[in-house]
T-cell receptor, first 112, second 115 residues
Framework: DQQVKQNSPSLSVQEGRISILNCDYT??????FLWYKKYPAEGPTFLIS?????DKNEDGRFTVFLNKSAKHLSLHIVPSQPGDSAVYFC???????????FGTGTRLQVFP | GAGVSQTPSNKVTEKGKYVELRCDPI?????LYWYRQSLGQGPEFLIY????????DSGLPNDRFFAVRPEGSVSTLKIQRTERGDSAVYLC?????????????FGEGSRLTVL
């Protein structure tokens, strides 16, 4: 039972354009959502997060949008840069815990 | 170093053997997590420690898997009678243990290959 789903395994975007990565979840008890970025042979690194009391959080080129009614969140990267090429994981947690449930990841490639 | 350290980085073993994977968390982090990542999948939760005790071990796949954190710092993940399906990257993460948004800091992982 995949509680966090990333239905696009890969995405290719031209440098300077917007990258939009999507994530859906099924557990309505999730109340905190995070995006992690992973380069080959490295552990995932935290990118940006959002609490369920908000619908948008922005940090520089990265913005996360949360639509609770649709149980959907998205990560927007603008402008995209070649260094953004990595695998992006959506993750969620509920209640009084930092235990994260991860999606399967989306591989983003930003080409010149 | 200041980050989460995992050893060994690579381990190749034969089916049926016993394996230990070690995690040294960030100093001062009270919470420690083990995840497993198989090819093409996201990290899958195994077990979570708050201090010395396992607060949630619901992700351990079966009784061949066991983890300890005797002094509330370093943790060891132990796998008995390894099977080919155990081959994966085992990730360790630590955090300050703050609920509802505490960022997890991951190590680089230990890649286990069972032949």
């Amino acid at each position: 039972d995949q509680q966090v789903k990333q239905n696009s395994p890969s995405l290719s975007v031209q440098e300077g354009r917007i990258s939009i990565l999507n994530c859906d979840y099924t557990n309505s008890m999730f109340d905190y959502f995070l995006w992690y970025k992973k380069y080959p042979a490295e552990g995932p690194t935290f990118l940006i997060s959002i609490s369920s009391i908000k619908d948008k959080n922005e940090d520089g080129r990265f913005t996360v949008f949360l639509n609770k009614s649709a149980k959907h969140l998205s990560l927007h990267i603008v402008p995209s840069q070649p260094g953004d090429s990595a695998v992006y994981f959506c993750a969620a947690s509920e209640g009084n815990t930092d235990k994260l449930i991860f999606g399967t990841g989306t591989r983003l490639q930003v080409f010149p | 170093g200041a980050g989460v350290s995992q050893t060994p980085s690579n381990k190749v073993t034969e089916k049926g053997k016993y394996v230990e994977l070690r995690c040294d968390p960030i100093s001062g982090h009270t919470a420690l997590y083990w995840y497993r990542q198989s090819l093409g999948q996201g990290p899958e939760f195994l077990i979570y420690f708050q201090g010395t005790g396992a607060a949630d071990d619901s992700g351990l796949p079966n009784d061949r898997f066991f983890a300890v954190r005797p002094e509330g710092s370093v943790s060891t993940l132990k796998i008995q009678r390894t099977e080919r399906g155990d081959s994966a990257v085992y990730l360790c993460a630590s955090s300050r243990g703050l609920a509802n948004g505490g960022e997890l800091f991951f190590g680089e992982g230990s890649r286990l290959t069972v032949l």
